[in-house]
């Protein structure tokens, strides 16, 4: 099986050289280089962060993790967990503060993946 080539274009702003690229092939090269996790909230001038959204970004950053270490996609980990996938990415991007059973849920399943690997 052949990989799709990706043709990107270039642009130069503002001095300086960048590449352009429809946001599904940027979002997918993301993806496979693994490198993606939501940002923490910015600090104040005293150097403290909001609770609950530092609490949220931490959750979603361990679920991501411990998601693709297993190798599951998102669509795999929300069927394992009996949550729907739309739930789980806005869980992953920090958006979302899920409840105690969803978390749960979602444990489980990871605990059951990690078992079987």
Avoid: C
């Avoid at 799709?4 to 503002?14: A, F, G, L, N, W």
């Avoid at 998102?74 to 978390?103: D, F, M, Y």
């Avoid at 059951?112 to 690997?117: K, N, T, V």
């Amino acid at each position: 099986m052949k990989a799709e080539t990706i043709t990107p274009e270039y642009r130069t702003v503002k001095g300086r050289r960048m590449v352009l690229l429809p946001v599904a092939d940027f979002e997918d090269l993301v993806r496979k280089a693994d490198l993606w996790e939501p940002a923490l909230p910015a600090a104040d001038a005293d150097g403290n962060r909001p609770a609950d959204e530092y609490a949220a970004v931490s959750q979603a950053r361990a679920i991501l993790r411990a998601r693709r270490r297993l190798g599951l996609s998102q669509a795999e980990l929300a069927r394992r967990s009996g949550i729907r996938p739309e739930t789980l990415n806005r869980i992953e991007h920090g958006r979302n503060k899920p409840s105690v059973p969803t978390i749960a849920k979602i444990e489980r399943a990871l605990q059951r993946a990690q078992r079987g690997h």
